[in-house]
């Protein structure tokens, strides 16, 4: 019993990542600029992260270099595809590209650098609990902050006045703009947030997840997080959900290890991958119910016209 | 302010000078990259754009690295020309260099030269059975062709691990992750002796060629391309979306493969976990600064080697991290698309409150 409480522990601790990841795409996609950018920026923000963590000796500070770092770079994408605007899908790829080179450019000098004692969590009362306890109530503060992020996330876009306008601008760019909104700001904001929150994700991963740095070490996260928002349909709570699905299927391959299952490695390292082509097949195949859910105007430019 | 203008029709003459000013912003970055790194940035500057054509074994290396990165770049402007965004060539690279490795395993001491075209034709086979993958699921399942076929190169590099540490791993080989070193018959033959250019450039010079004339001369290139430019035209007048994307992703996974099979077979001469360099990844951007155009992607294929090459003279000579070389590339895609902005606008000098105050 103890093991599949623990197996849950991880799930959640594995998906927080993609979690906080594709809350970020989600903020972008709604304004309407997919990020192509997303593995590029968990590389750069996952060594910024962890570089600070190494010098400052804190976990929140790396955090923050990781949000900081995100942004910056989100920001770059964010000036070309709003005020030049240069095609989405190959900007972000461009970023994606420049993000590996330049992640490994930096962090040759850390891959020998390990973190301090890595502190346990737990809540105090709830974390006794029997099953719940070992499952849900020890993990890292992000954790929740995670569930509270897409919580959150759910009522700022469905009750909030600024919500609905992020909603109004990713829908129709033209209607916005002719209400008088600034678009093109909006947009921006989105794409920064998006950005900082994809910072943060990657900093977990280098700091929290696996304290360490090895040249690319997201290994397709960024990729699976936009997958997930497609996969969600664009909703916070989706996301969440569907960040942890991968997460348990990421966790299964150790699992599976575990209890003696003679396979190799490689096939059971594969799976995240073959889970999420699945995923994108299954929920692709309805192109109607996929055009309804999806922003209007994701991935299209958008020209004020003065 | 300054102010982005749009032009009424896009300018031909930045068409041919956004690559080059892209370039050159590139070069000016690393000028300030290698400052700070605390080198002399004109010896940086030599390192990276003289030193490897000094003498016939530099240019020899050029070719060599040039090599993957024409044909499969090659076969992604195809691809991308009919809007396809085939992402995972480095995944079906690996898979033509695993289809090419399993014909050239089973050469024997008497097996003829033949067996070299078996397995460029294996190579072949393989990077366009990955990529028909990509395109099942995008024709069957509407899949975004973009996320599954990056999901394969992860898939596809498992694939080599596992082959490599397992099945294909060579028995006398001291227990490290690679197979037994080609016989000599499956090597791609040499073009000059001493020097490691081979077969595999001539073949990619033929291929810009033949691209061109398909691109260019043939109806069904032209029916790619009005797919991609206007699918509401094409679909009027009788395209076959559905054709265009099989065609597309087959022949950039074929070249891919086929690039995969040359490398395996030509420089490397065995399998190994380090087959697949990037070059999939390096093609698109060697794609997009050739301006998906087979005679300009000859160039940036060559510019993109030239890169490659500088990287690996860096780190000799200057003791710089082999790494900058994926800093440059990701930074030049990034200032053309930068750059490619003005072909379709201009930039103007607008004073901010009197004249739009006074046409008010």
Known sequence: ?306 | MLRLEARPTPSRAMSWLSPLLALAVTVVIGVVLFALLGKDPARGLAVFFVEPFRGAYALSELAVKATPLLLIGLGLALCYRANVWNIGAEGQFVLGAIAATWVALHAGPGTGRWIVVALLAAGAAGGMAWAALVALLRDRANANEILVSLMLVYVADQLLGYLVYGPWKDPAGYNFPQTITFLEATRIPRLFTGLRVNAGFVAALVAVGAFWLFLFRAFAGFQLQVGGLAPAAARYAGFSSRRALWTALLVSGGMAGLAGAFEVAGPLQQLTPYVPAGYGFAAIIVAFVGRLHPVGILFSSLLMSLFYIGGELAQSRLGLPKSLTGVFQGLLLFSLLACDTLIHYRVRWRPRHAAARGAA
């Open chain 1, 1 to 306: 019993m103890d093991a599949y409480a623990l197996l849950v522990a991880a799930t959640l601790n594995a998906g927080t990542v993609l979690a906080i990841a594709g809350l970020g795409l989600l903020i972008n996609e709604r304004a309407g600029i997919v990020n192509l950018g997303a593995e590029g920026i968990l590389l750069v923000a996952a060594i910024a992260g962890f570089a600070c963590a190494v010098h400052t000796g804190s976990d929140w500070l790396g955090f923050g270099a990781g949000a900081l770092a995100g942004a910056a770079m989100a920001g770059a994408l964010g000036v070309l595809v709003i005020w030049f605007n240069t095609n989405q899908y190959a900007t972000g790829l461009a970023l994606s590209l420049f993000g590996s080179g330049f992640s490994a450019f930096v962090g040759i000098g850390y891959v020998q650098e390990r973190l301090t004692a890595r502190p346990h969590f737990a809540i105090p009362g709830l974390a006794d609990l029997p099953f719940l306890g070992t499952a849900l109530f020890r993990q890292h503060p992000l954790v929740y902050g995670a569930m509270a992020l897409a919580a959150g996330l759910a009522w700022f876009l469905a009750r909030t006045r600024a919500g609905r306008v992020l909603r109004a601008v990713g829908e129709s760019p033209e209607s916005a703009h002719a209400l008088g909104y600034p678009v093109r700001r909006i947009r921006l904001a989105a794409v920064l947030a998006g950005g900082a929150l994809c910072g943060v994700a990657g900093a977990y991963l280098s700091v929290v997840y696996t304290p360490l740095w090895v040249e690319g070490m997201v290994a397709g996260k960024g990729w699976i997080a936009l997958a997930l928002t497609t996969f969600a349909t664009w909703r916070p709570g989706r996301v969440l959900l569907g960040a942890y699905l991968f997460g348990g299927v990421t966790m299964l391959q150790f699992h599976l290890q575990a209890e003696g299952v003679q396979v190799p490695s490689q096939w059971l390292t594969m799976l995240p991958y073959l889970s999420t082509i699945a995923v994108l097949a299954l929920i692709s195949r309805n192109p109607a119910w996929i055009r309804a859910n999806m922003p209007a105007s994701l991935g299209k430019p958008f020209f004020p016209g003065n």
